[in-house]
């Protein structure tokens, strides 16, 4: 059975950085594409960062420039660094895995960013 485990989240205030974590049951290179999205209240989830098995990146608008994507094949993880972070970036993080036609979730990590 295929797991995504997250970890990292937490509180920060404005302009601070975390780093999310998330670690998978099997080998990562099972993966096509890797990534994370994002869910505040009230909102539809969306995509903030994919990497595929080749390394390429696609990141929403919204965090070009702050946030990076990155994945360990040897750790078997997928990592997001955060920088300069903003209010709006307070949501619960979910970290995504495509294996195939199959799509597997984490069970989210909680980001909040203080004023």
């Known amino acids: 059975q295929v797991q995504l485990v997250e970890s990292g989240g937490g509180l920060v205030q404005t302009g601070g950085s975390l780093r999310l974590s998330c670690a998978t049951s099997g080998s990562i290179r099972s993966f096509h594409t890797m990534g994370w999205y994002r869910q505040a209240p009230g909102k539809q989830r969306e995509l903030v960062a994919q990497?595929?098995?080749?390394?390429?990146?696609h990141y929403a608008d919204s965090v070009k420039g702050r946030f990076t994507i990155s994945r360990d094949n040897a750790k078997n993880t997928v990592l997001l660094q955060m920088n300069s972070l903003k209010p709006e970036d307070t949501a619960v993080y979910y970290c995504?895995?495509?294996?195939?036609?199959?799509?597997?979730w984490g069970q989210g990590t909680q980001v909040t960013v203080s004023s």
């Open positions: 995504n895995g495509r294996i195939l036609i199959n799509t597997y």
């Open positions: 990497i595929t098995s080749g390394g390429s990146t």
